[in-house]
């Protein structure tokens, strides 16, 4: 699904061009769950932008679905975000004017031209999976960070994108939630095989999903070693497995 090769990403700082990404390799099969882990600041959220299509990176070769990405006119590359992936980010950005359900069936409403009751239906199905159906009619600024990010977590899966790309999405959430955002990713994955990459530090997470693949803390001067550290097939944390 997703091939990047020697993938190199430079930001300006106040000190001098700062390599954030030094030459990292990184791939995903369709229908595979990844996690992206690596301390604060090691390049997460970077790598996630630059796979996901909403950043370039300075570079290296980045292939999606075998396409490659350096090829691709701004308006495929919009086409394909819109059409192929959901992003769930770090500050969720739920949008404040909606209530729960709407925020979660707007991907549905942008494709579809508005709202309707078939796209609430599915709206409701997501808000009762992860527990939220209470929310249904109530606006962001009510919701805890958790409730946040759940909501998040649906809205991105609202059009069973093929790939789904999650930075850090069960950082507010108790044990309990998160086993059931990553049951919804672990259904998602059984019943359409989805393709996830999972950017977090969380055990939990790291343990019920699949490959592992860690972004080093880079010392000053050296270059960014990353590289897979484990391969357990999903589930494996003994969480509940819901269909
Ligand atoms: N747009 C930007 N401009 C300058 N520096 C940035 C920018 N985005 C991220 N950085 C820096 O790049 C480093 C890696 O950031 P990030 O990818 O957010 O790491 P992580 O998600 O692993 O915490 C950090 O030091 C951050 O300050
Ligand atoms: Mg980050």
Known sequence: MIKAEKIVKTYPSPGGPKT??????????AGEICVVAGPSGSGKSTLLNILGLLDRPD?????????????????EILAFRNEKIGFVFQHHFLIPELDAWRNIAYPGALKEGGFSEKLKERAMELLDFLKLGNLAYNYPETFSGGESQR???????????????????????????KSDVINLI??????????????????????????????????????QA??????????????????
């Open 226 to 243: 990353s590289r897979i550290i484990s391969l357990l097939p999903p589930g494996r944390a003994g969480i509940k497995r819901p269909l």
């Open 151 to 177: 909501i998040a977590a649906a809205r991105a899966v609202f059009n069973a994108p093929e790939l789904l790309i999650m930075d850090e999405p069960t950082g507010s959430l108790d044990l309990a939630s």
């Open 186 to 223: 672990l259904a998602l994955n059984r019943v359409s095989k989805i393709t996830a990459v999972i950017a977090t530090h969380d055990d939990f997470v790291k343990k019920s999903c699949g490959r592992v693949f860690e972004l080093a803390a880079k010392p000053a001067g050296s270059s």
């Open 59 to 75: 570079s290296g070769s980045l292939f999606i679905n075998s396409i490659d990405a350096s090829l691709m006119k701004p308006e």
């Open 20 to 29: 954030i990404l030094n030459g990292v390799n990184f791939a995903v099969g």
